[in-house]
């Protein structure tokens, strides 16, 4: 690399590490909307400016129907930063909210998706430096015509839009004491079994190793594959697919100079003393990955999405429609996600 195009890079980086970052409404009938409010509440000096995605008039209410003093001022995203400090900047959807809180409507559906879109063409021009994204419902999406299992899949179609570059999005959930990551993702345990294959945990394990290595500062990434099967097989009496493709795969995994170790039985990969020597699991399907850290970490895991041209992350929670607008809804886990992305923005500019 040439020392003009590493001084773009340092220009382009800081210029970026400017911009705000953007916060998707998610579901708006969900408790998205209403933890915004809170961690605008709970910002502190130094923490990175946000602005919400959102219907300003629909947070208006919402802030005075649980009795929260949080102002709201509708900005473009170039003026987000210096209203951040006295309201919470709103960036508008072109769609008003129909339902309310805990009545989701089908007519949001359609925001819901707006808010993603947006914020994904604010970070890719430089007015955002990073997405956050609330929780959506799937099934309320999926009446409304949306074609994607989940965020994860539909932000890997965007980036390939809208970069040009093919895209294999990685789904890892994060938090201080363990990072997980699903090679298989929202499709059921019958189709885990089609979907799992050498090269896609290969491939799942290769973004991960790297992006932990350039965007979270991991020098040398550790990773623990999981077996499928109980015992991780034991040896092919309680299934194949360790002796049959895991094995290689991580063979594959090491051969290219990464240090992965496994197919390791996954009732053992997570006590104390065994998340000590990994970096991030590698595992093979959801519930495998999820449980674990949501048992753990249940309120500070992020969800964070690997293998993308730009940051994402989201709490690691849903839409919660039973105390959505109730006043109880815990802020905590979108405030470690707005942290996580302020920390992976701030990454140091390229070395010469």
């Given at each position: 690399m040439d020392e003009s195009t590493v001084t773009e890079l340092r220009v382009a980086a800081g210029q970026h590490r400017q911009a705000p970052l953007a916060v998707t409404q998610g579901d708006p009938s969900g408790i998205g909307p209403e933890i915004a409010l809170m961690a605008w509440m709970h910002r502190r000096p130094g923490d990175q400016p946000f602005f919400a995605l959102a219907d300003p008039?629909?947070?208006?209410?919402?802030?005075?129907?649980?009795?929260?003093?949080?102002?709201?001022?509708?900005v473009e995203p170039s003026q987000a930063r210096e209203a951040f400090g006295r309201a919470l900047p709103v960036v508008p959807l072109a769609r008003r909210i129909a339902g309310a809180p805990g009545q989701p409507s089908q007519a949001d559906a359609l925001g819901t998706i707006e808010a993603i879109?947006?914020?994904?063409?604010?970070?890719?021009?430089g007015q955002a430096s990073a997405l956050v994204t609330n929780p959506i419902s799937k099934d309320a999406l999926y009446k409304a015509g949306f074609k994607h299992p989940g965020h994860t899949e539909f932000l890997g179609e965007l980036a390939q839009e809208l970069w040009g570059?093919?895209?294999?999005?990685?789904?890892?959930?994060?938090?201080?004491?363990?990072?997980?990551?699903?090679?298989?993702?929202?499709?059921?345990?019958?189709?885990?079994?089609?979907d799992l294959t050498r090269q896609l945990i290969v491939d799942t394990a290769r973004i991960t190793a790297r992006d932990l290595r350039d965007k979270f500062g991991v020098a040398s990434p550790r990773l623990a594959v999981a077996g499928l099967n109980p015992h991780a097989?034991?040896?092919?009496?309680?299934?194949?697919?360790?002796?049959?493709?895991?094995?290689?795969?991580?063979?594959?995994?090491?051969?290219?100079?990464?240090?992965?170790?496994?197919?390791?039985?996954?009732?053992?990969?997570?006590?104390?003393?065994?998340?000590?020597?990994?970096?991030?699991?590698?595992?093979?399907?959801?519930?495998?990955?999820?449980?674990?850290?949501?048992?753990?970490a249940f309120d500070s895991a992020v969800?964070?999405?690997?293998?993308?041209?730009?940051?994402?992350?989201?709490?690691?929670?849903?839409?919660?429609?039973?105390?959505?607008?109730k006043g109880v809804a815990n802020p905590a886990s979108l405030i470690a996600a707005l942290s996580l992305a302020t920390r992976l923005v701030n990454q140091k500019a390229p070395a010469a």
């Open positions: 008039h629909h947070l208006t209410r919402l802030a005075a129907q649980l009795g929260l003093a949080v102002p709201i001022e509708t879109e947006r914020g994904v063409e604010l970070v890719r021009s570059v093919p895209t294999l999005p990685v789904m890892m959930l994060w938090s201080p004491q363990l990072a997980v990551v699903p090679v298989t993702i929202h499709v059921s345990i019958a189709r885990v079994l089609t097989g034991e040896n092919g009496a309680m299934g194949s697919e360790e002796r049959d493709f895991i094995s290689a795969a991580v063979a594959d995994l090491r051969a290219e100079g990464i240090d992965a170790r496994g197919p390791l039985p996954a009732d053992t990969m997570f006590h104390a003393e065994a998340r000590a020597r990994y970096d991030a699991a590698i595992c093979m399907y959801h519930d495998q990955a999820l449980i674990p850290i949501k048992t753990l969800n964070t999405t690997l293998g993308l041209p730009f940051i994402r992350t989201s709490p690691d929670h849903g839409t919660a429609y039973d105390i959505a607008g």
